[in-house]
């Protein structure tokens, strides 16, 4: 039964496609910081990881993977989003195996766009003061294995967009499928497919949409609202896989490992992208990552259609303390960006209970 509905779940997830990456409607949706990743290890390899990723940052990639967490995950990253602009991401995530092959998730993300003035049509050099919007996302995950080889999940998030007189709020669904075998060493071999930003229409309201006309028979004033034109929410499927390679000479350690991962993202309201990556872990303390995101039109500069060059790489520093499996993890992503001084993102990540296998 449960192999069923993974199937029909799979199959539904692969018939949408068909409607995706049309980049005619490029700059029609609203609320696109859902597909900015604001976590430092994950960002470094990007959607190449999505068919492996574990723990919080399965929240942003892959649902699926949460209940793979060890125990418990608590994580903090913040990023300097296409550095220069006054952009900055803060997130926190909290993952936690229930046992009995069950997990939940909380994840948190607030996107500061800085100080901005304020200008009318009287005075277009500002002079009034500033305003700052923020635009906030709160995920709510659940995972589950559904097999030994086969885990699932799904994640409810709810986000908001606020500026000093008008605000967007909506709601959205992630949904995501794991599946690992092996082909020369044990559960070596990862696939994965993951659907995000599933919801209804978003539509903006306030006093912002709001204006003051002057009716010439009685001069006298009265606040007039406009229409505002609803919005889709970016979705978008991912459909990858990745491979794990031990380094080390049979029989001896298990020391090096390198994985290599590639992704094919069907965006519904930009262009397709191809993404590969590749991944080198030394004692599963020292890691470190590189990508590249290709999409048609992004090597020329006169064509490309995001300030991404498609570039990205990052490290990882992770150490054990205490007791019980606990570890404590440093993670630095830098994403290459023209124009602007690419994209920064340092997280730390602390694992209670448990060590990743």
């Given amino acids: 039964m449960k192999l069923r509905i993974l199937n029909i779940l799979g199959f539904g997830l692969l018939s949408?496609?068909?409607?995706?990456?049309?980049?005619?409607?490029?700059g029609q949706a609203s609320a696109n910081q859902l597909v900015i990743n604001g976590w430092a290890r994950s960002s470094g390899i990007g959607w190449a990881s999505q068919s492996s990723v574990k723990g919080i940052?399965?929240?942003?990639?892959?649902?699926?993977?949460?209940?793979n967490t060890p125990k418990t995950d608590i994580a903090f990253a913040r990023t300097s989003w296409l550095s220069g602009s006054g952009v900055n991401i803060s997130s926190f995530g909290f993952?936690?195996?229930?046992?009995?092959?069950?997990?939940?998730?909380?994840s948190v993300s607030s996107i500061d766009l800085g100080e901005i003035p304020i200008t009318t049509v009287q005075?277009?050099?500002?002079?009034?003061?500033?305003?700052?919007?923020?635009?906030t996302n709160i995920g709510l995950g659940y995972?589950?294995?559904?097999?030994?080889?086969?885990?699932?999940?799904?994640l409810l998030r709810v986000f908001?967009?606020?500026?000093?007189n008008i605000k967007a709020q909506g709601v959205a669904i992630d949904a995501g499928i794991q599946y690992k075998t092996s082909w020369k060493t044990a559960d070596d071999t990862h696939f994965g497919v993951s659907i995000k930003n599933i919801g209804p229409d978003v539509k903006y309201s306030g006093d912002g949409i709001s204006i003051k006309r002057l009716n010439p028979k009685?001069?006298?004033?009265?606040?007039?609202?406009?229409?505002?034109?609803?919005?889709?929410?970016?979705?978008?499927?991912?459909?990858?896989?990745?491979?794990?390679?031990?380094?080390?000479?049979?029989?001896?350690t298990d020391f090096h490992t390198l994985t290599i991962s590639g992704n094919f993202t069907y965006n519904a309201f930009s262009l397709n992208q191809l993404t590969f990556g590749g991944e080198y872990v030394y004692k599963k303390m020292f890691m470190i990552r590189g990508g590249y995101a290709y999409e048609e039109g992004i090597m020329n500069y006169d064509t490309r259609r995001t300030a991404s060059t498609g570039l990205m790489g990052g490290v990882t520093f992770e150490l054990p303390f205490g007791k019980?499996?606990?570890?404590?993890?440093?993670?630095?992503?830098?994403?290459?960006?023209?124009?602007?001084?690419?994209?920064h993102s340092i997280g730390l990540k602390m694992s209670l209970g448990g060590s990743d296998e």
């Fill in 160 to 164: 908001s967009e606020n500026a000093s």
């Fill in 143 to 154: 995972g589950r294995k559904f097999t030994e080889r086969i885990t699932g999940g799904v």
């Fill in 324 to 343: 019980d499996g606990n570890r404590f993890a440093l993670d630095y992503s830098y994403r290459d960006t023209r124009p602007f001084s690419g994209t």
């Fill in 57 to 67: 940052e399965s929240m942003y990639m892959n649902i699926g993977g949460l209940v």
């Fill in 16 to 26: 949408i496609t068909a409607n995706a990456g049309n980049p005619d409607r490029g």
């Fill in 123 to 135: 005075q277009p050099n500002g002079g009034l003061g500033t305003f700052s919007p923020r635009l």
């Fill in 95 to 106: 993952a936690h195996n229930l046992g009995n092959d069950n997990a939940i998730g909380l």
């Fill in 218 to 252: 009685d001069n006298q004033e009265s606040t007039v609202n406009q229409r505002v034109a609803k919005y889709n929410i970016p979705a978008l499927i991912n459909i990858g896989g990745a491979y794990d390679i031990k380094l080390d000479k049979k029989g001896e």
